[in-house]
């Protein structure tokens, strides 16, 4: 059974880099048939897609957030990253990453809540 599970600073001060990690168990990150990406809700809003890595290794961004996002992976630690620079209030919210498989996210962290706060 795979599972993800989120890590990092669950306050981070403004114009700082948020930085979290995604550890992936029970089945590799570079398998090709799987992508891995990073999703945030805002408090009273809904999923916003971040970005995502495919198991070959390619990356996408979201337009919205590209010019100060970053997704990494770590393969020997069954990793991948997430940084999202100069933030500001308005990136508080919960972060989770995710399984992408076909047209469906089917297995999920537990998301962390990150909060942009001097």
Do not use: H
């Not at 995604?22 to 408090?43: D, E, F, K, L, M």
């Not at 990494?72 to 919210?93: G, H, I, Y």
């Not at 990453?97 to 706060?117: H, I, K, P």
Request: aromatic share 10%.
């Amino acid at each position: 059974q795979v599972q993800l599970q989120e890590s990092g600073p669950g306050l981070v001060k403004p114009s700082q880099t948020l930085s979290l990690t995604c550890t992936v168990s029970g089945g590799s990150i570079t398998t090709s048939y799987y992508a891995w990406t990073w999703i945030r809700q805002p408090p009273g809003k809904g999923l916003e897609w971040m970005g995502v890595i495919a198991g070959e290794g390619s990356i996408y961004y979201s337009p919205s957030l590209k010019s100060r996002t970053s997704i990494s992976r770590d393969t020997s630690k069954n990793q991948f990253a997430l940084q999202l620079s100069s933030v500001t209030p308005e990136d508080t919210a919960v972060y989770y990453c995710a399984r992408v498989n076909g047209l469906s996210y089917d297995r999920w962290g537990q998301g962390t809540q990150v909060t942009v706060s001097s």
